[in-house]
């Protein structure tokens, strides 16, 4: 079974730092492109960032950029979100999410997210 | 960045009623839009990929049409587990957007 397990989440005070992980199981996790998708309280969903399969090529949105890295580490299967200097305006879930395939074998930019997470709460405030 | 339009922002029918949801791009998408289903405390669920193709496992009374700018998500007979939040997603230029999303609740 196709299965993504985030980690991390957590109370941290604005200026702070916080590092989320994702576990992926059922499928070859080097040959797909993952990304971040976080939904603030209420609110709707936004893409916070994108990684190839290969982990060379990364994406984020202006709102995290300069704050946020993603990476993978594939002989662990595992993605992850390091996020610093955190503001309120960051507090959310933040979800995982597996892309239909790599972005340049298949379907473009990796197309749709096929496989999400539970998600994980991320929590901004003093 | 590319913004995405979705009407209405509530929808109330009744099970086996017709749903049309509507969403509508900035800018062409060409075909690389997705639809996305999401129940209270749940994450999402792709519906439908490249605008009129259904993912694994979802029913037949999901269709998706459209391309460009005007996009529509049809559901032709409304079972009760489909009363959810609807969004849409392009990723025809970076940034991956997503639409407000659309709440279908029951009538």
């Known amino acids: 079974e196709v299965q993504l397990l985030e980690s991390g989440g957590g109370l941290v005070q604005p200026g702070g730092s916080l590092r989320l992980s994702c576990a992926a199981s059922?499928?070859?996790?080097?040959?797909?492109?993952m990304s971040w998708v976080r939904q603030a309280p209420g609110k709707g969903l936004e893409w916070v960032s994108a990684?190839?399969?290969?982990?060379?090529?990364?994406y984020y949105a202006d709102s995290v950029k300069g704050r946020f890295t993603i990476s993978r580490d594939n002989s662990k299967n595992t993605l992850y979100l390091q996020m610093n200097s955190l503001r309120a305006e960051d507090t959310a879930v933040y979800y995982c999410?597996?892309?239909?395939?790599?972005?340049?074998?298949?379907?473009?930019?990796?197309?749709?997210?096929?496989?999400w997470g539970q998600g994980t709460m991320v929590t901004v405030s003093s | 960045e590319i913004v995405l339009t979705q009407s209405p922002a509530t929808l109330s029918l009744s099970p086996g009623e017709r749903a049309t949801l509507s969403c509508r791009a900035s800018q062409s998408v060409s075909s690389y839009l997705a639809w996305y289903q999401q129940k209270p405390g749940q994450a999402p669920r792709l519906l439908i990929y490249d605008a009129s193709n259904r993912a694994t496992g979802i029913p037949a009374r999901f269709s998706g049409s459209g391309s460009g700018t005007d996009f529509t998500l049809t559901i032709s007979s409304l079972e009760p587990e489909d009363f959810a939040v609807y969004y849409c997603?392009?990723?025809?230029?970076?940034?991956?957007?997503f639409g407000q999303g659309t709440k279908l609740e029951i009538k």
């Open positions: 997603q392009q990723r025809s230029n970076w940034p991956n957007t």
């Open positions: 999410a597996k892309q239909q395939s790599d972005f340049w074998s298949g379907y473009y930019f990796g197309g749709a997210f096929d496989i």
């Open positions: 059922g499928f070859t996790f080097s040959s797909y492109a």
């Open positions: 990684i190839s399969g290969s982990g060379g090529s990364t």
